[in-house]
């Protein structure tokens, strides 16, 4: 009796050991196929979705480790979560770089004209300044202070204008933006304290 | 004429004035910089209206640089 159990149980664990093994080929394929997705969607999914990206990562880490411990049931069990959560990646990665790419070109756009007009506003005050300087008497509507705080604030208004051309050329159309929008807003600043504004 | 290549010309940020009665370039000059010393500079500014500095018209738009 001793024997046939011995037996039997021999019998039962070579029945699970071939089991096990049988799935050890779809779970390392299964495996090299999430990785591989991952690995296509990389690029972007870093750069718009980085935090999602390093969840998916975890995923592939942690089935990894499974298999490495030959819990191969657990990777094929795994692998269909992960390879949703690739999918999903994706199309978030992709929805996050269409709109980068809008923003760029709404940016792009709005420095075609902003690269014309402020320029504009930067002569207009320095005519104006240059005339202020000249002048033995200023206006009633302009103290020397003003007429000082407006001489430093263009050279700051140059400077941030130079900035903001530095980034256009380099491609950074929306940091552009952000800085000629600060010179507009300085320059209608000192604009309105010359009395140039109505 | 040197009008169109002075910096007032065609900027749409540069103030400009309509000419009231009894207005003179002087006045406009002390007006606008305190100095009617400066009335020549918008004479410059504005050839392609004015010929003359003693000879503006209530209406006229004047160009202030």
New interface residues.
């Given amino acids: 009796m001793k024997k046939q159990f011995a037996w039997l149980l021999a019998a039962m664990m070579a029945v699970l050991v071939v089991g096990c093994a049988s799935q050890k080929g779809p779970a390392e394929q299964a495996l090299a196929g999430a990785q591989s997705a991952l690995s296509a969607v990389a690029d972007q999914a870093q750069k718009y979705v980085p935090d999602q990206y390093q969840a998916v990562q975890a995923q592939i880490t942690s089935a990894q480790d499974a298999f490495n411990k030959g819990d191969y049931k657990g990777v094929l069990a795994a692998v269909p979560a992960i390879t949703a959560a690739i999918s999903s990646l994706k199309d978030a990665a992709a929805a996050k770089a269409a709109d980068a790419e809008a923003a760029l070109s709404k940016a792009k756009d709005a420095w075609s004209s902003v690269s014309t007009d402020v320029p ?2 930067v ?6 300044v240059d ?2 300087s ?7 509507n ?1 103290s020397k202070d003003t007429l000082s705080s407006a001489k430093s604030g263009l050279d700051s208004l140059k400077s941030t204008w130079n900035d903001a051309t530095a980034a256009a050329t380099s491609g950074d159309y929306t940091g552009a933006m952000a800085k000629a929008q600060a010179v507009k807003d300085k320059a209608a600043e000192i ?1 309105k304290s010359l ?3 109505s | 004429m040197a009008d169109d290549k002075t910096p007032a010309a065609d900027n749409p940020y540069t103030q400009t004035y309509v000419v009231q009665s009894g207005d003179t370039l002087s006045k406009i000059a002390q007006k606008f910089y305190g100095d009617p010393a400066l009335y020549h500079q918008i004479f410059q500014a504005n050839q392609d209206v004015l010929k003359d500095p003693n000879k503006i018209f209530p209406g006229q738009k004047l160009k202030i640089p």
């Fill in positions: 504009k506003m002569e207009a005050i320095q005519s104006r005339m202020l000249k002048s033995h008497h200023l206006p009633a302009v604009m009395g140039m504004s």
